[in-house]
């Protein structure tokens, strides 16, 4: 059996808990790989590692760190093919699915590349006489990312980018079911020239995630996965005293006006509900049809399901792959058997003649759902998308901002005047107007709202500078015997 060790101090470490979890190839539902489960004490040594690495990196010149991001840039776009298998033999995405994941990855490090002019503080000369005042961006110092299963690639660089590149030192905590993707960019970082001890991984569970969020040498905690995860990271990453930001799960409801095109509508709905399996949290789930377009745009979808090629994300061909575990798959086709109990219309049931030899499902369609039931108030995280009929445009925004989650939404229309009332009055914290995955460029920043983020910035772009710094302000005086005198009163600015 294959193992895969932790990555410490620039160099492959065997674990040494003697707990091991196991790696699938979800397409063929064997498993193909053990993965070291860090003790408490394995996490207390790469924090150290990458406590040691912290002053001589802290140090590096801007110009230098900007430079290992240039070389890594390079290096991941040269292995963009050898990550994204890596990426699908592991999660089961299809190759173009995971060619286009480390496509999103690859412009965080460019951003980073940018990273002398991001780093720039204000100078304000003469605040008052003979006396200058600036601010200057330092980084905070050991920070820990804790990642998702479903961009294995990505989201690690949604973080490490913005926080290596910002003069911070690096622990990841990739997810234990698909973690060789992030093990391989830990090499590449080598290769870019990031001195050891910089970027350390260490592949774990619960053990490994309370032993960083527990340890007083990490400054802040980057996180994404489910809502309740991150719920819980943020509350013990904030009270042990971390800054945090915790990125949650998702229902993502796609409003489609009755002046929309509907061929559109119905190609967006099925490409983001049924892409990587629906194991995105930016997935489209629910699709709020105005009554009046509703059953043209139900009978749009469904004619479209049958062409999407289910099977292994290695063959070119296919579409669609297999969910995570078999754990996964059942739970997605129990929404999908108990929907026409709870009142909803199977329209397309997906639990019936998908390949059998790994965790596939095929996508399935949902009519005539409606909040109280499970496939509605519950985050699937699976190839079922939900139909839920409303008579107005009020009625799905009113549906939208009653959700507890706040990730992502979409409005397809013609109406410029009805996007435009939707981005302003719609409480989501990313908005597609006839974009079904709005995913923000690499120079904006990534976050939800409500029980889709808990803490204060979003991630990666500006937001992610600056939850890796700490401003500092400098007010700066030099001697000049003519304005030098004892004064008691409070200073003020003349
Ligand atoms: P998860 O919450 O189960 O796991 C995320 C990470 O937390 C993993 O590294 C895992 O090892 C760790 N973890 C799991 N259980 C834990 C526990 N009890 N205590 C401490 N740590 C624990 O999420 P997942 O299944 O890997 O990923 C899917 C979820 O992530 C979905 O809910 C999806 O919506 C969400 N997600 C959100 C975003 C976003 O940007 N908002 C992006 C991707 C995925």
């Known amino acids: 059996m294959n193992q895969i060790h932790h990555w410490v101090g620039g160099q492959a470490v065997p674990g040494t808990s003697g707990r091991t979890g196991p790696v699938y190839d979800p397409a063929r539902g064997e498993q193909v790989a053990e993965v070291a489960l860090a003790s408490a004490d394995e996490v207390a040594t790469a924090v150290a590692t990458a406590k040691a690495a912290l002053p001589e990196w802290r140090a590096t010149g801007l110009s230098r760190r900007a430079e290992v991001m240039f070389r890594l840039r390079d290096l991941v776009d040269a292995n ?32 980073a590349c940018g990273i002398p002019a991001l780093l720039k503080g204000g100078y304000s000369e003469q605040a008052a006489t003979g006396v200058d005042v600036y601010q200057l961006r330092q980084p905070l110092g050991v920070v820990a990312g804790i990642t998702p299963f479903n961009f294995p690639g990505m989201v690690p660089m949604w973080m490490f ?27 590449l970082l080598a290769q870019a020239g990031l001195p050891a001890g910089c970027f350390n991984v260490v592949n774990g569970d619960k053990v490994a995630v309370d032993a960083l969020l527990e340890h007083p040498d990490v400054a802040a905690v980057s996180f994404v ?89 290695s063959e070119p061909d296919n579409e669609m792959g297999p969910l995570i575990s078999a754990e996964a798959r059942d739970r997605v086709a129990g929404y999908v058997s108990g929907a026409a109990d709870e009142g909803a219309t199977v329209v397309v049931d997906g639990t019936v003649g998908a390949p059998t030899d790994g965790f596939f499902l095929n996508p399935s369609l949902l009519d005539d759902v409606r909040p109280g039931m499970k496939a509605y108030d519950d985050e699937i995280f699976g190839p079922v998308l939900g139909v839920t009929r409303v008579a107005t445009y ?49 120079y904006y920043s990534f976050g939800g709202w409500k029980a889709s983020l808990f803490g204060d910035t979003h991630m990666y772009g500006p937001e992610g500078v600056s939850f890796y710094t700490r401003s500092k302000v400098v007010t700066s005086r030099w001697p000049d015997p003519a304005t030098s005198a004892v004064d008691l009163g409070f200073p003020e600015n003349r």
Do not use: W
């Open 80 to 111: 963009r093919k050898e990550i994204a298998s890596r990426i699908s033999a592991e999660h089961g995405k299809v190759l173009s699915d995971a060619l286009g994941e480390v496509a999103r990855g690859l412009e965080n490090i460019e951003f």
């Open 161 to 187: 980018a913005n926080a290596l590149a910002c003069g911070n030192t690096f622990v990841l905590k990739p997810s234990e079911k698909d973690p060789s993707a992030p093990l391989f960019v830990a090499e």
């Open 225 to 313: 996965g489910s809502t309740p995860i991150a719920k819980y990271i943020y509350e013990t990453g904030t009270a042990n005293g971390k800054r945090v930001q915790a990125l949650g799960g998702a229902k993502n409801h796609m409003l489609v006006l009755p002046d929309a095109d509907l061929d559109m509508a119905a190609d967006a709905a099925v490409s983001a509900a049924y892409g990587s399996a629906g194991e995105r949290c930016m997935a489209i789930s629910v699709v709020l049809a105005v009554e009046s377009v509703a059953d043209e745009l139900v009978a749009k979808i469904t004619e479209r399901i049958p062409a999407i090629k289910v099977g292994p994300g």
């Open 394 to 442: 009020d009625e799905g925004v009113e549906l939208i901002n009653r959700n507890p989650y706040g990730n992502g939404t979409a409005i397809f229309t013609r109406d410029g005047g009805a996007a435009r009332r939707f981005q302003n009055e719609v409480e989501v914290g990313m908005v597609g107007i006839n974009v079904p995955i709005p995913v923000p460029v690499s």
